[in-house]
């Protein structure tokens, strides 16, 4: 039985038991869970190894939690749209004159933060290190020709929403968006969440058990369909975050580096209307606007339909990831999770180094849904 360590509020004794039954199924290798509740800490519990030869993951342990960064990169640009530095229904042209070409000038903000852009994929295939390089990967997007035609169907951009997002980010802020997420969320909120590591943080960080396959072996799909050339134009195997190059690259999409009580205090802040402990990142206006359903189409590179808000996942009737009408959610590779309920002012977060197949979620993220909310009835029967 594996020692689990931290704290958990007694109304919440349920997400221990289900984080705890994780581990006695043999799925984690090591793990960590928050829930926080008007942003207060309900439950902040971590458990097993960092590694695979057993250092244990401690309280300060951290983890690329791949695809979960997204919700950061968005919470980034929300906060321009809250400071009208940027309209969502604006095209990007309008901040990034070159991202015109080849029949994109009408592409919107919007398309970009809905995965509607045309764009999923990188127009030729780039390696890891080339990934690493910010102003390569925005020209190539810049000067690609669309492989549909935007706005009219959803194609989940793996890599390239980030690139999109932090190059409109720079050309109205000054700032890279790994810089502008440090300075403008991460130090106020006091939360320990990196998109680029310092060096000197390297040590902490938990060692990825891979799922045995690349990205580009994740769907089975015609070689020319939308899917196989989006999640083949970057192969990567998991292996990428045990290098410096990929901790300090800032990849907004997929390379951002903490722990589930670092992602539950920044989504904290949402929950709560934008702001927490005083610190504010947003008006509530511009989350419920991020709330609105804007496709439901199915994903072009999931196969499924998503429903889309601006930069989250949201809650459908069809599928319904919580009960609360008003949620804000995405997944990482391999597991991760972050989720945002405003009608509960509540947060689930985990993150892992043994990772799934999984590009959506999977089981040991759902249990510890299901058990946050069961804890939620149950104190209130």
Same mark, same amino acid.
């Given at each position: ?26 799925? /984690? ?9 008007? $942003? ?57 004159? /070159?991202?015109?070409?080849? &029949? ?16 999923? &994929? ?20 810049? $000067? ?17 929403? $980030? ?76 292996? /990428? ?8 690259? /800032? ?6 580096? &903490? ?78 999770? $972050? ?21 959506? &979620? ?20």
């Amino acid at each position: 039985m594996v020692l689990i360590n931290g704290s958990c509020a007694e109304d919440f004794l349920l997400v221990r038991d289900a984080f705890e039954a994780n581990f006695d199924s043999g799925e /984690e290798l090591g793990a960590s869970v928050a829930v926080t509740l008007d $942003g207060k800490n309900m439950v902040d519990l971590w458990a097993g190894s960092r590694t695979a030869e057993g250092e244990p993951w401690e309280e300060n342990t951290i983890v690329n939690v791949y695809s979960t960064t997204k919700t950061m990169a968005s919470i980034c640009m929300l906060m321009l749209a809250d400071r009208q530095l940027i309209d969502f229904s604006s095209p990007v042209v309008k901040y990034w004159p /070159e991202f015109g070409s080849n &029949g994109k000038s009408e592409v919107l903000v919007r398309h970009v933060m809905t995965h509607q852009t045309g764009c999923s &994929g990188f127009p030729r295939v780039i390696t890891a290190d080339e990934l690493y390089d910010h102003e390569l990967c925005a020209s190539l997007l810049a $000067g690609m020709e669309p492989w549909w035609e935007p706005g009219t169907a959803p194609g989940y951009h793996a890599l390239t929403q $980030g690139t999109m997002q932090a190059e409109i980010l720079r050309r109205v802020d000054g700032r890279t968006l790994g810089t502008f997420f440090s300075e403008e969320v991460a130090r106020p909120l006091g939360a320990d969440f990196h998109i680029g590591l310092p060096i000197s943080e390297g040590h902490r960080v938990a060692e990825l058990e891979t799922p045995g396959r690349g990205v580009d072996e994740m769907v089975e799909a015609e070689v020319d369909s939308v899917a196989s050339k989006t999640l083949k134009s970057c192969v990567i195997d998991g292996t /990428e975050p045990a290098t410096t190059k990929w901790r300090q690259a /800032e990849i907004p999409a997929a390379g951002g580096i &903490g722990n589930a009580r670092s992602i539950s205090r920044i989504h904290s802040a949402i929950a709560c209307g934008g702001s927490v402990d005083g610190v504010r990142l947003m008006g509530s206006s511009i989350i419920q606007d991020a709330l609105q359903r804007r496709t439901f189409e199915r994903d072009l590179v999931l196969g499924m339909g998503v429903p889309y808000g601006t930069g989250f996942g949201i809650n459908h009737e069809r599928v319904p990831l919580t009960p609360s009408e008003n949620t804000l959610y995405w997944f990482g590779w391999g597991g991760s999770l $972050g989720v945002m309920d405003m009608d509960e002012r509540l947060t689930i977060s985990y993150s892992m180094n043994r990772m799934a197949p999984g590009l959506v &979620g999977d089981s040991r993220a759902f249990n510890l849904i299901a058990a946050t909310y069961a804890a939620l009835e149950k104190e209130r029967s």
